[in-house]
């Protein structure tokens, strides 16, 4: 299994920005796929994750701001960035685990296969 990460960018405050992980292994839609991110001297931390069943679950932090879907014939899992602040400012990252079941999708050490990360920088 392979993610590929795309989309980051320089951003002013109060824009959007659309991230896109496309996967190469195994459909995107019989697995949960999620968006980490990781600010400079962070641990890198959940933002938002889409189910097998396409539920859908957000950070507290980027709720209502922003959106994860997938579209399955293109194999790919976007998130909709929308009023970026400054401290959105990280690398995100996509992710899927191994198995189907996941005990909790805001932990990172639930998740084997990882995209290589886009940088995100938000200026105020």
């Known amino acids: 299994v392979q993610l590929q990460a795309s989309g980051g960018g320089l951003v002013q405050a109060g824009g959007s920005l659309r991230l896109t992980c496309t996967a190469s292994?195994?459909?995107?839609?019989?697995?949960?796929m999620t968006w980490f991110r990781q600010a400079p001297g962070k641990e890198r931390e959940f933002v938002a994750s889409?189910?097998?069943?396409?539920?859908?679950y957000y950070a507290d932090s980027v709720k209502g701001r922003f959106t994860i879907s997938r579209d399955n014939p293109k194999n790919t899992v976007y998130l909709q960035m929308n009023s970026l602040k400054p401290e959105d400012t990280a690398v995100y990252y996509c992710?899927?685990?191994?198995?189907?079941?996941?005990?909790?999708?805001?932990?990172?050490?639930?998740?084997?296969?990882w995209g290589q990360g886009t940088q995100v920088t938000v200026s105020s």
């Open positions: 992710a899927t685990s191994a198995g189907l079941i996941i005990s909790s999708l805001s932990l990172k050490e639930q998740y084997n296969y």
């Open positions: 292994g195994r459909p995107v839609n019989n697995y949960h």
């Open positions: 889409i189910t097998r069943s396409r539920s859908t």
